[in-house]
């Protein structure tokens, strides 16, 4: 009669299978993330939010004229969103470990970019512990204060806040990337299969 020792079975084929099946298991939830990355930059690169801010202090787009950077009182040549876009870029990672030494299990772990991490790397240039990410979406103060006008003491160079009321406009909050992330997750879910 032949005895087959299952414990010791199960274990060598672990172990000769197990880097294999890792290395494709990895390369499978790398290409996905990376996939789900672009995804990601794509969106926050289109989003009328950037576009606004990028196209500058000279652009008119809020009512009644003036640029959302000058609203929010960026400095001339300040570029807020490429360090939001850097953040994101370099904040999805992807940590793969096996769980036990002897089974071709694998768990891994997705760091994603958080709120308090994206608020503190965008702090609106006038009011120290505001981030104008925050400001966007629930609506940026100060418009019916804010002055088209060429000016020295402008941080932007194109735009001052004045005392009195000179519009009637109103900017109100806009979803920007507290929806990027809401996709960002669905896409991660389904790209990863983790539901």
């Known amino acids: 009669m032949v005895q087959i020792n299952m414990r010791g079975l199960k274990k060598e084929i672990a ?48 009512p009644g004229g003036g640029s959302l950077f000058a609203l929010i009182g960026f400095e001339a040549g300040d570029d807020p969103t490429q360090r939001l876009r850097a953040f994101l870029l370099s904040s999805l990672k ?62 932007s160079g194109t735009a001052i806040q004045v005392d009195g009321q000179v519009r009637q406009s109103s900017l109100s909050g806009k979803p920007y990337m507290s929806q990027i992330i809401k996709n960002l997750l669905k896409n991660l879910t389904s790209t990863l299969d983790l539901s």
């Open 15 to 62: 172990q000769q299978y197990s880097r294999k099946f890792k290395k494709q298991v990895e390369r499978k939830i790398l290409a996905d993330v990376e996939k789900v990355k672009k995804q990601l930059i794509d969106e926050f690169n289109s989003h009328s939010v950037t576009t606004d801010i990028e196209a500058g202090p000279s652009a008119s787009n809020v």
């Open 94 to 155: 992807v940590n793969i470990k096996n769980i036990g030494r002897n089974d071709v299990e694998f768990s891994f772990i997705l760091d994603l970019p958080s709120r308090e991490d994206m608020d503190a790397i965008s702090p609106l240039p006038w009011a120290a512990g505001r981030s104008w990410l925050d400001e966007v979406e629930r609506g940026v103060s100060g418009l019916g204060r804010f002055l088209v006008k060429q000016s020295a003491s402008s941080r």
